[in-house]
């Protein structure tokens, strides 16, 4: 699976200076095993192996890694930049895959509200989002209809999904 997904995001990083944000999913369901290999390690290990073609600004926003499932409407909010945009970010990042551990549920919704804040939208770059998952919204938001908004809004982006076993 790691080949597969080093394949689809390696032509992703090849494009002209650019600020991208990958939105890591940290919830619960990412602990599930696949092909021996936790959901959650293979994402980070796709995320880590990708790092060195990317060029331009980077950061990382991750969802359900601080708040377990037992309170659903903390989980709900449950989605930080955990690494800034910036070119200096790479070693962050992946210091920062090493702490990520699956709890909570899955607000892909409110972390895609809550990416445009992480872009510094004076600067004129093409913004991209890469967004890692294994499954569907589970806190009642629609991220489809989230990210069309956010673009009706004037948030030039561009969204990449990127499912584990989906």
């Not at 032509?11 to 599930?32: N, Y």
């Not at 959901?39 to 980070?44: E, V």
């Not at 890469?130 to 982006?157: M, R």
């Amino acid at each position: 699976m790691k080949a597969i997904i080093l394949i689809l995001l390696t032509p992703i990083f090849c494009l002209a200076q650019s600020d991208l944000l990958f939105i890591l999913d940290a919830s619960g369901s990412m602990r599930q095993m696949t092909g021996g290999k936790s959901q959650i390690d293979a994402a980070k290990d796709a995320l880590r192996a990708s790092l060195p073609f990317v060029e331009g600004d980077v950061g990382l926003r991750v969802y359900a890694h601080r708040e377990n499932q037992a309170d659903k409407n903390k989980s709900c909010l449950d989605s930080e930049l955990v690494v800034p945009i910036s070119s200096q970010s790479k070693t962050a990042i992946e210091s920062a895959l090493l702490v990520i551990d699956p709890k909570g549920y899955t607000p892909i919704s409110y972390s895609l509200e809550q990416s445009k804040n992480d872009f510094d939208l004076t600067k004129e770059s093409k913004k991209t989002i890469i967004l890692l998952s294994d499954g569907e919204e589970t806190c009642g938001g629609d991220p489809a209809a989230t990210i069309k908004k956010l673009i009706e809004e004037g948030f030039n982006v561009t969204l990449h999904v990127i499912g584990f076993n989906v």
